[in-house]
């Protein structure tokens, strides 16, 4: 499977600069894309094969004077423009379709110099390579200084260098991994675990351990509020509000990266402690109708599950969803007799069949593990349904050599 490894970059004045340019070239290169196909579809043509877009808007477009700067960049940045608006165009079909799961998409829009996240891709064609001193060689940008948290397990296919919307650079390497070595790296386990996510804990085990919730957001809410509220009195359009607009990314930023630490952190020592996990499907798009919203947005449940399939997948265990009108919080554990609804306020319950006192949350949590079938068997053997498959891949990452190129 294909996982991306991200790195804080620290280009100097020059390489930003080369680095903006590459951004606009880029972003160029796209719209006139989607500005072809729209036109085509306008007048009724056939939509303009890849071939001869890149033809037109890259070959031809250097040697006019209104597109000559796109040769300041590398050839590889543009082409890789080229295939994000394709495969734009082909996600707008098959959700038009009906192929492509989730909500529908839009087509393909402009991009504007504006947007908060910009990027550009370099494939293995690029000739980019990382130098015996540690730095990110990139084609007509430099060398650019790398943090290195941490050591790439494989060659990577392609570097991403992206700018977020505090400022930062980061370059996202796609690396191919080892099923065989990921094997190695995990110990044998015969656990099982259910998990009910929730919002006064986080997550509550089925071996009654209850993870509290860190809430972020909530925490950051006077920070922020100052911050924002610094940002509405700047006149628009000054240099003073571009300065505060960036002291408001910069602390949404902070509160995004200790969250996604947070879900690292657990989902790997649930992975690592057990062969079998089970959760909820939980619909979170409908919580996030409800007065509830901030604090269902706080917890970030998707990504953390997100978490939890891919490294399910890399490492062979088990991740079971059931569905999300199973009454997990209804039926007793003990007896298996559904003791009808009750209100979020109440946190313990008896069985009226027998007897047990339950605590809600960890009845819940054991009813999930029942319902995925990892419960322990007559036997003693847990029940381990097949692994789910967890697709984490990358625009034009496929099919390029993978010579050594990382230290």
Same mark, same amino acid.
Request: glycine residues 6%; contains cysteine; aromatic residues 6%.
């Given at each position: 499977?294909?996982?991306?490894?991200?790195?804080?970059?620290?280009?100097?004045?020059?390489?930003?600069?080369?680095?903006?340019?590459?951004?606009?070239?880029?972003?160029?290169?796209?719209?006139?894309?989607?500005?072809?196909?729209?036109?085509?579809?306008?007048?009724?043509?056939?939509?303009?094969?890849?071939?001869?877009?890149?033809?037109?808007?890259?070959?031809?477009?250097?040697?006019?004077?209104?597109?000559?700067?796109?040769?300041?960049?590398? %050839? +590889?940045?543009?082409?890789?423009?080229?295939? $994000?608006?394709? @495969?734009?165009? #082909?996600?707008?079909?098959?959700? =038009? /379709?009906?192929?492509?799961?989730?909500?529908?998409?839009?087509?393909?829009?402009?991009?504007?110099?504006?947007?908060?996240?910009?990027?550009?891709?370099?494939?293995?064609?690029?000739?980019?390579?990382?130098?015996?001193?540690?730095?990110?060689?990139?084609?007509?940008?430099?060398?650019?200084?790398?943090?290195?948290?941490?050591?790439?397990?494989?060659?990577?296919?392609?570097?991403?260098?992206?700018?977020?919307?505090?400022?930062?650079?980061?370059?996202?390497?796609?690396?191919?991994?080892?099923?065989?070595?990921?094997?190695?790296?995990?110990?044998?386990?015969?656990?099982?675990?259910?998990?009910?996510?929730?919002?006064?804990?986080? %997550? +509550?085990?089925?071996?009654?351990?209850?993870? $509290?919730?860190? @809430?972020?957001? #909530?925490?950051?809410?006077?920070? =922020? /509020?100052?911050?924002?509220?610094?940002?509405?009195?700047?006149?628009?359009?000054?240099?003073?509000?571009?300065?505060?607009?960036?002291?408001?990314?910069?602390?949404?930023?902070?509160?995004?990266?200790?969250?996604?630490?947070?879900?690292?952190?657990?989902?790997?020592?649930?992975?690592?402690?057990?062969?079998?996990?089970?959760?909820?499907?939980?619909?979170?798009?409908?919580?996030?109708?409800?007065?509830?919203?901030?604090?269902?947005?706080?917890?970030?449940?998707?990504?953390?599950?997100?978490?939890?399939?891919?490294?399910?997948?890399?490492?062979?265990?088990?991740?079971?969803?059931?569905?999300?009108?199973?009454?997990?919080?209804?039926?007793?554990?003990?007896?298996?007799?559904?003791?009808?609804?009750?209100?979020?306020?109440?946190?313990?319950?008896?069985?009226?069949?027998?007897?047990?006192?339950?605590?809600?949350?960890?009845?819940?949590?054991?009813?999930?593990?029942?319902?995925?079938?990892?419960?322990?068997?007559?036997?003693?053997?847990?029940?381990?349904?097949?692994?789910?498959?967890?697709?984490?891949?990358?625009?034009?990452?496929?099919?390029?050599?993978?010579?050594?190129?990382?230290?």
């Amino acid at each position: 499977m294909q996982l991306r490894y991200a790195f804080r970059v620290y280009p100097d004045a020059a390489q930003q600069a080369a680095l903006a340019r590459a951004f606009g070239c880029a972003r160029v290169v796209f719209n006139d894309a989607v500005r072809a196909r729209e036109d085509a579809r306008k007048a009724g043509r056939p939509f303009p094969t890849a071939g001869q877009l890149s033809t037109c808007l890259i070959t031809e477009a250097k040697r006019t004077p209104e597109r000559s700067w796109l040769g300041e960049v590398s %050839a +590889v940045v543009l082409q890789q423009s080229l295939r $994000d608006a394709e @495969r734009a165009y #082909r996600n707008f079909f098959a959700s =038009l /379709k009906g192929a492509r799961k989730g909500p529908r998409m839009s087509r393909p829009r402009f991009k504007s110099r504006k947007d908060a996240r910009q990027s550009i891709r370099f494939t293995a064609n690029a000739r980019w390579n990382i130098t015996d001193s540690g730095r990110l060689n990139l084609p007509k940008i430099g060398a650019v200084k790398v943090k290195w948290s941490r050591t790439l397990p494989a060659t990577p296919t392609s570097v991403t260098v992206i700018k977020d919307a505090a400022g930062r650079f980061f370059a996202s390497f796609v690396i191919d991994t080892d099923p065989a070595a990921d094997a190695a790296r995990m110990s044998e386990t015969d656990g099982s675990i259910g998990i009910d996510l929730g919002l006064t804990h986080f %997550a +509550v085990l089925s071996d009654g351990t209850k993870i $509290d919730s860190p @809430r972020f957001l #909530r925490r950051a809410e006077k920070k =922020l /509020k100052k911050a924002q509220q610094d940002l509405s009195r700047k006149q628009k359009g000054s240099k003073n509000r571009a300065k505060a607009r960036l002291k408001v990314a910069r602390a949404h930023a902070k509160v995004a990266d200790a969250r996604r630490e947070f879900h690292h952190q657990l989902s790997t020592k649930l992975i690592t402690e057990n062969q079998g996990i089970a959760v909820e499907d939980l619909s979170v798009a409908a919580l996030a109708r409800t007065r509830l919203a901030k604090s269902v947005h706080d917890a970030g449940w998707s990504s953390f599950i997100s978490m939890l399939q891919y490294k399910a997948e890399r490492y062979g265990r088990t991740l079971v969803k059931i569905g999300r009108f199973e009454s997990t919080s209804q039926t007793c554990s003990t007896c298996g007799i559904k003791d009808g609804p009750k209100p979020l306020n109440v946190r313990e319950w008896t069985c009226s069949a027998c007897g047990t006192v339950h605590d809600r949350d960890t009845n819940a949590a054991i009813n999930v593990k029942t319902a995925a079938g990892l419960a322990v068997t007559a036997c003693g053997a847990p029940v381990r349904p097949g692994a789910i498959p967890a697709q984490r891949e990358e625009t034009g990452s496929h099919g390029f050599p993978t010579q050594p190129r990382a230290a």
